[in-house]
Every structure is written in structure tokens, then in C-alpha cells.
């Protein structure tokens, strides 16, 4: 699945939360939210039975997804959220837990005419929702984290479009980072730039490692485009590193957050800027 947004479309996406926010950022949710995601803001607020009762009408339609579990279901009814998705004035249902993976599991299920439709199945747990007005659908931020000996997080959005009335789901945003990333306090820049050099390469830390403990996440070929959201000098190498969202425009010649999937990615880490030439944002 091809991801069509450049870069500057790409932060609008992300929201100012990330280009101008001025909290201190403890954690990688908190760099892609704005703020803790609270189910009791979205969610009707039903009582243990109302909510059984619901669920066990479900099951036929939740057998047709991807909840194979449905019987193991029904007894976590807290991973179970009922709320109007679309703005329609019907109820209906995001579920996010186990779902016979590893990984937690988040469905999203939307009533159209008597039947409850799957119209997102992806690994991760929401941050962030957002709808821009009482009668357009909700928007969702979801972050992917690895399990088991993986190491690569996923930062993934999903928007909306309709077609002849019926609602649809597609992620519109993928940024991979590696476990080991350091992530700045807060965000200072919004600099679209190119590699001008072979070879460049993306790194966890602003710091040259390139020994046994080698911090180098992706080797970028001369072309390759980015965009740098925060600056930070290192006067003992007269170095200025830049914490950037690399576009993947070209195929690198190294990638440690290849995640295998056919889906388009942002890569996100630290490049030195001393070979890095700015450009117009929209390319």
C-alpha cells in the first residue's frame, strides 16, 4: 500500500502537537500525542450486563472478522468500547487486546444497515482520537510496539474517506523507529532537506558510533529526502545533528527498520546536517 503524502502534508497530519509543542516529552507516546488517551472520553458507559448482552449479539458478525477467539472474548468485555464512530447516531465497536497474537490487537467494527462491518484490523494500541466536528467520523493515532526479540516501533494514523455512503479506513501514516531511539524534548524546526553525500546515515543517538555497539539504524544513497524537526548542536565535534523523518524516497542500502510489510514507512532518527542540503518542502 503506497503512502501519497509528502512531507509538509505529513506534519498537518501529525498536528502541532509535535512541531511546536513546549512539554518536556518523556516517552514515545508522548511525542506523537498530545495528550494520555482516556477511553471514558469516547466510550458509552455501559453496565457489565448491558455490555454482555451486546457482545453476545455480536458474534456472528465478529466471527466473520478476525476474531476467531469470540467465545475468550465475550469474558474481557473491558477490551470492548462501544461508541459511535461515525456520527450516524449508532453505536459501534473498537476492540483492542488479544485477539490470538502476541501482539495486542485492535479491530474496529462499524454498524452498516444490520450488520457490524470490520473496517480496521492492524497490531497496536490507540493514543489519540480526534474527530474535527460532531458529524465527520473519528480519526485514529496507534502505536504499534514490538514484542517478543523485535525492536522496531511503528507509529501508524488512520483516516477516513466515503464512498456512496459508506465509511472507509486506511493509514495515511506509517513512521518506524528503532527501540533505542532518543527522542528529543520538544520540536524546533520544520527543515525539508536532501542527502548530498553516499552512504549518509541514520542514527539512534546524536553520536558517532560506528564500533561493535554501532548506533547506524539506515545507510541512505546521495537524493535521499527528510525533513528535520529539531536541531541540537555537539560542541565537542563541532557537529549540529538534526532529529529527522526520512521519506524513504530512495532504497537504502541498509535499513534496520525494514519491517518486512508491503506497506510504505517514514523512518525517523538523527543525521549529522553537515551534508544535508535544504530544499523546497514540497518535494
Not at 13 to 42: A, C, M, R, V, Y
Not at 53 to 67: E, G, Q, R, T, V
Request: glycine share 2%; aromatic share 14%.
Amino acid at each position: 500500500m503506497k503512502l501519497k503524502f509528502n512531507i509538509s502534508i505529513l506534519f498537518f497530519l501529525l498536528g502541532i502537537s509535535i512541531l511546536f509543542s513546549q512539554k518536556d516529552q518523556n516517552t514515545k507516546t508522548d511525542f506523537f500525542s498530545k495528550s494520555k488517551f482516556e477511553w471514558e472520553k469516547w466510550e458509552v458507559n455501559y453496565t457489565v450486563n448491558e455490555k454482555t448482552n451486546i457482545i453476545n449479539k455480536l458474534k456472528a458478525d465478529l466471527k466473520k472478522s478476525s476474531l476467531e477467539y469470540v467465545n475468550y472474548l465475550t469474558d474481557n468485555l473491558d477490551d470492548f468500547h462501544i461508541m459511535d464512530v461515525n456520527s450516524d447516531g449508532r453505536w459501534d465497536i473498537i476492540y483492542s487486546g488479544f485477539a490470538g497474537s502476541e501482539k495486542n490487537s485492535l479491530l474496529m467494527f462499524v454498524k452498516e444497515d444490520n450488520e457490524f462491518v470490520e473496517k480496521i484490523n492492524t497490531y497496536g494500541e490507540i493514543i489519540e482520537i480526534n474527530r474535527e466536528s460532531n458529524y465527520l467520523p473519528i480519526t485514529l493515532k496507534i502505536m504499534d510496539n514490538p514484542c517478543c526479540e523485535d525492536i522496531i516501533y511503528s507509529f501508524k494514523q488512520y483516516d477516513f474517506h466515503i464512498e456512496n455512503t459508506k465509511i472507509f479506513y486506511r493509514m495515511s501514516i506509517k513512521i518506524n523507529f528503532l527501540d533505542s531511539t532518543i527522542f528529543p524534548d520538544t520540536c524546533n524546526h520544520n527543515i525539508a532537506f536532501e542527502t548530498i553525500n553516499e552512504e549518509y546515515k541514520l542514527r539512534s543517538a546524536p553520536e558517532i558510533m560506528d564500533d561493535i555497539n554501532s548506533n547506524v539504524i539506515a545507510i541512505y544513497p546521495e537524493g535521499s529526502i527528510g525533513t528535520a524537526i529539531y536541531s541540537k548542536e555537539d560542541h565537542e565535534s563541532n557537529r549540529v545533528w538534526w532529529f529527522v523523518i526520512m521519506k524513504n524516497n530512495k532504497s537504502t542500502l541498509m535499513n534496520s527498520l525494514d519491517d518486512e510489510s508491503d506497506i510504505d514507512y517514514y523512518s525517523m532518527g538523527w543525521m549529522s546536517s553537515k551534508f544535508l542540503k535544504k530544499i523546497s518542502s514540497d518535494n
